[in-house]
């Protein structure tokens, strides 16, 4: 899951070294940001694709009662009654290796679970949303009841092998 303030849409996306595409046609129902997986270009955004769905991130996912993600190169988003994996269909984003060798690009991975606040990503969108009040630092230095409702509920974690 990636995404800032109340975006309502999910984004997945690989930050890596250089030399890591993805194909500009790809089976997947998101909407690509941008072919380069290079952190050292387009400010570190990545290869990313936002999530068809509008209530797969923020807001609108909470009030659907949240849901779950299967992540296996391809990102697939369903409410949290639907886990039927035969019936996942067409995933949100696909990351196929054609063009990029995930070997070199990748080391084991961890599950890293966070609340960044004005990181480089929420930090750059702060002042653009409308109402917000002083700098994204200061407002996390003097509202801490601001964040009284920032937090992840997890029912549970799981690994799965297919």
């Known amino acids: 899951m990636e995404g800032v303030n109340d975006q309502g849409t999910n984004q997945a996306t ?3 070294s250089p030399d890591c ?62 886990v039927n994996p035969d019936a996942w269909g067409t995933p949100a984003a696909y990351f196929p290796n054609t063009f990029c060798d995930f070997s070199t690009h990748f080391d084991p991975q961890n599950i890293i679970i966070n609340l960044t606040l004005c990181g480089d990503w929420a930090g750059s969108t702060y002042s653009q949303g409308t109402g917000c009040p002083l700098t994204c630092v200061d407002h996390v230095n003097y509202n801490a009841s601001a964040f009284t409702d920032a937090y992840f509920d997890f029912a549970s974690i799981r690994k799965a092998t297919f």
Do not use: E
């Open 21 to 82: 595409l993805m194909p500009t046609s790809r089976t997947m129902a998101g909407t690509p940001t941008y072919d380069t997986c290079d952190v050292t270009l387009n400010f570190n955004a990545g290869c990313g694709v936002k999530f068809p769905t509008a209530s797969s991130f923020g807001p609108a996912f909470n009030t659907n009662g949240g849901g779950w993600f299967a992540s296996y190169c391809a990102y697939i988003s369903h409410a949290r009654s639907f």
């Open 14 to 16: 690989l930050h890596t």
